[in-house]
Structure formats: C-alpha cells, structure tokens
C-alpha cells in the first residue's frame, strides 16, 4: 500500500518536473518562427490560384504563383510544410481500405492505393532583381523505419521495376503509374517514394500537416535571409468539395522540432495539476494525523 510518505514526493517530483520540461517546450517553441501561406483559392477571390479551383478539375494540374516578404530572417535548418484541413485520414472507411502487405511488396491484386497528395512547390528569392531558385531537399523528410522497413517494392522482374509492377493500372488520381514516382532518381521510386510515404503516415486530427521539403542546402545552408520570395504552386488537389483548405508553411526547427505550443502547456497543467493534488493530500494527510493524535488522547 502506498503510503504518504511515499505518495506525497511522487506528487511534488512529478509536478517540478512537468513544469521543468513544459516550460522548457514553451519558450523553445516560443523561438520558432513561422510564416502560414493559404492556397486554397476559393472561388470569386482575388488570390492567384483561384483561377485553378476549376481549371484543376477539368483540365489537370495549373500552375499558381505566391509572392511574399521575410521581415526577418529565418535560421536554418527551415522546414516547408503543406497542411490541409477537414481531412479526415482518421476516418475507419480510409483506415481500413490501406493494404499494408501491398505497400510492403508482398503480392496484391490488380489494385494499388489511391490517395496522394500531389500539390508540388518550388521556391525562389528575389536577388538583384531576378528570382533565383531556393533548393529544397526532399531527402529523409519520412521516418526511418518507414521509408526501410515499412514500404518496399516488389521483387524486380528481369531487373526492371516497370515489370515488377506488371498488371497494376494507373491509379485514377494520380498523375503517374505507381513505378514512375521520381522516376529520375532510381532510389525514390514506386512505393518508396518519400513523398508518398509521408502521405500514407496517417493524421490523427482532420487539420494537419506534412514535412514537404527542407532548406539547408547551397547559399540558404544557414537558413533564409529576409527579403522577398515567390512559391510556385503546380496546384493539382482539390480540397474545396470537402470544404477543406490548403496552406503552405515555412517553419524554423528546434531541438524539440516544429512550433507546438500544445505540448508545453499540457506539461504546465500536468505539473501543476500534480503539485495542486500533492499540497491538497498534503493538509488531509495533516489534518487527520492531527485527528488521530487528539483520538489517541
């Protein structure tokens, strides 16, 4: 049986230390910078990418341009997101259509998955006053043990890929048969394409987001400097049937990743939650040892 002096430590320790790691994700999250950029374009708007609500549907990809300013400058390493909300990846019907003996190159049928998310950014900065290209890193933006472990091809046929994914059809929203995912690089292909890996890592909340890209490469290895910038959009997604929208996020990192302001103040509550519930078993636990000391007179 637990007693007081075993409980009542528990509880303060606890508590100090949900409030040492909480205020430790507030203020570390409270240094990341972040710049939101809505896409979706609903219709009868004077946003560029309007124009393709439509266009996307009936006549495929339209190309959607995003220009804005860095008041300040933005240190490396910066991460560039896609979130989408009133998505719900959650839902059991989408949760249960996902074959994962398929995705890990074990035989399947003649069906291949549908779902992917197929918006594609390229960024610029303005230098002298001609745009130049920003380059962004599509490596390692899955987890490990997905991109190893979780998601394989099949076994290749007479060392072809193409073969190997005989008899599947083109999935109907996609703009490519399976096996030709980034088919210039020979290592992101098929199902182990990184961007449909990520894609595939199930959201738990209809308003999420997606590790697109990474900046730490060439002249922007330090980070972003202020000044003006243009995204290109291939906008190929529509989210306005679902009445869901789209955005674009340039994010810094820090040793605890992206912003997260939820997860420091759950810590505080826990912590303080736990301290309040110590000092209150704290006077119980006086009063009646009180009690039993005047009973025992």
Known sequence: LLSAGIALPLFFALGLAGLAVGLGLHFSSGTIRELELDYTGAPRSNHDCARCTNASATSGPCLCTLRFELAEPFPGPVCLYYQLSNYYQNHRRYGVSRDDLQLSGDPWGLRVANSLFN????????????????????????????????FRNPELVNGSLATAFWGTAKPPNWPCAAYLLDAGNPNNTGFVNEDFIVWM?????????????????????????????????????????????????????SWMGGKNPFLGIAYLVFGSACILTGFVMLAVHIKYQQQNQMDED
Do not use: C, E
């Open 201 to 253: 890592r199930t959201a738990a909340l209809p308003t999420f987001r997606k590790l697109y890209r990474r900046v730490h490469q060439g002249n922007f290895s330090a980070g972003l400097p202020h000044g003006t910038y243009r995204l290109d959009i291939n906008y190929s997604y529509p989210v306005l049937p679902f009445k869901g929208t789209k955005k674009v996020i340039l994010s810094t990192v």
């Open 119 to 150: 918006d594609t950014f390229t960024l610029h900065r303005l230098v002298n006053g001609s745009f130049m290209p920003v380059p962004l890193d599509s490596r390692g933006i899955s987890w490990w043990t997905d991109s190893n472990v979780k």
